[in-house]
């Protein structure tokens, strides 16, 4: 059984660009959520998608922006990038279904803005 | 003040010996508490749920709720160095209508056990 997979495992942008991240849920699992993890501190919320729409949304700029396909999978778009947005960007996926539980974290994609 | 407050550390053990791990929180409305484990340059790996006040055991950990103090707790029995990592606290409220509960995290605490 796959966990959650996402791609690529590093990146380096230039400041201005922007970048798209992706992940495959657990299988099983319907609704993707998106962290922001910088160096030291917790994983914070991004936003999390569900039937194909964007249920929730962090505290986040609308220059991160996101995407579900009907298998599931996800996309993480990130324009304008910012020095600040170095960051390893963690995908969660869980079941809509199930109170609570626990998520199931990708290894993340590392991603540099210089 | 932030929502959960986690010390990072580091915190420094012996092999064998016992470790607690602590969070306290401020939103009463949480009642969902997980413990993750982080290793450098990885992905949060789930070790504990719990759901609402009391003891969980699985294998050499133990986490406990305390709703009425805010206050949660991993316990790590018989430390080894494969233990040796950082430690995210994490808990939610139940989940809205037509999404999935969004966790809160600590910023982890960094534990390092030595043979």
């Known amino acids: 059984d796959a966990g959650v997979t996402q791609s690529p495992t590093h990146l380096i942008k230039t400041r201005g660009q922007q970048v798209t991240l992706r992940c495959s849920p657990k299988?099983?699992?319907?609704?993707v959520s998106w962290y922001q993890q910088a160096l030291g501190q917790g994983p914070q919320f991004i936003f999390q998608y569900y039937e194909e729409e964007e249920r929730q949304r962090g505290n986040f700029p609308d220059r991160f922006s996101g995407h579900q396909f009907p298998n599931y999978s996800s996309e993480l778009n990130v324009n304008a990038l910012l020095l600040g947005d170095s960051a390893l960007y963690l995908c969660?996926?869980?079941?809509?279904?199930?109170?609570?539980?626990?998520?199931?974290f990708g290894q993340g994609t590392r991603l540099t803005v210089v | 003040q932030k929502e959960v407050e986690q010390d990072p550390g580091p915190l420094s053990v012996p092999e064998g010996a016992i470790v607690s791990l602590n969070c306290t929180y401020s939103?009463?409305?949480?009642?969902?508490f997980m413990w993750y484990r982080q290793y450098s340059r990885k992905g949060p790996e789930l070790l504990m749920y719990t759901y609402s006040s009391g003891n969980k055991e699985d294998g050499r950990f133990t986490a406990q709720v305390d709703k009425s103090s805010k206050y949660i707790s991993l316990f790590i029995r018989d430390s080894q160095p494969s233990d040796s990592a950082t430690y995210l606290c994490?808990?939610?409220?139940?989940?809205?209508?037509?999404?999935?509960?969004?966790?809160?995290f600590g910023r982890g605490t960094s534990l390092i056990v030595h043979p």
């Open positions: 969660a996926s869980s079941l809509v279904s199930r109170e609570g539980g626990g998520a199931f």
């Open positions: 994490a808990m939610s409220d139940r989940a809205p209508s037509g999404g999935s509960y969004i966790p809160t």
């Open positions: 939103n009463s409305a949480f009642q969902y």
């Open positions: 299988s099983g699992h319907d609704t």
